[in-house]
């Protein structure tokens, strides 16, 4: 049987501090590059592409099925941003301002389609996406402050 004394692990438990080498990452600004419309662009389209398996180029059906297919696939990544109307600055919710694009869609046959006038998912998907850019002031919802407040909260 071995046995090992408090001495012994004691000296292998403590481990000396060292300076960190790199800069310090934890850094309060956006590290992102790219533009709000386009991470909402681009994101959108990932989120329907998971959410029906549709390609780029796959025929874009508008029936009362799509619509509301349309609509529960887009909702989880809608929810990652704040929409504010640009008109009285009224903070609209994410599923009302998802409702009020693809409504456009709807009444605009036209837009959303190829030049030979088709209607393409990619195309939908992008249009949906200009007209929130377009109506809204759109900005991405900071999950560290929103984890932060939801602490705050159930701390009081």
Known sequence: MLTVTTSETSSRDVRPLKPRDGADRR??????RSSVSMRLR??????????TR???FDPFARDQ???SRIEEALLPEVVKYEFIRTDN??????????ADAVDFLW???EVGCNATGESMAVYAINAISEYMVRTFKVTLVDRRK??????AQAAS
């Open 146 to 151: 929103a984890d932060r407040r939801t602490a």
């Open 27 to 32: 850094v309060q600004d956006d590290r992102r």
């Open 89 to 98: 600055q009224a903070l609209v919710p994410a599923a009302s301002a998802l």
């Open 65 to 67: 099925y799509k619509r």
């Open 107 to 109: 009444a605009h046959p």
């Open 54 to 56: 549709a390609g780029e």
């Open 42 to 51: 681009i994101g959108l389209w990932y989120q329907y592409h998971r959410a």
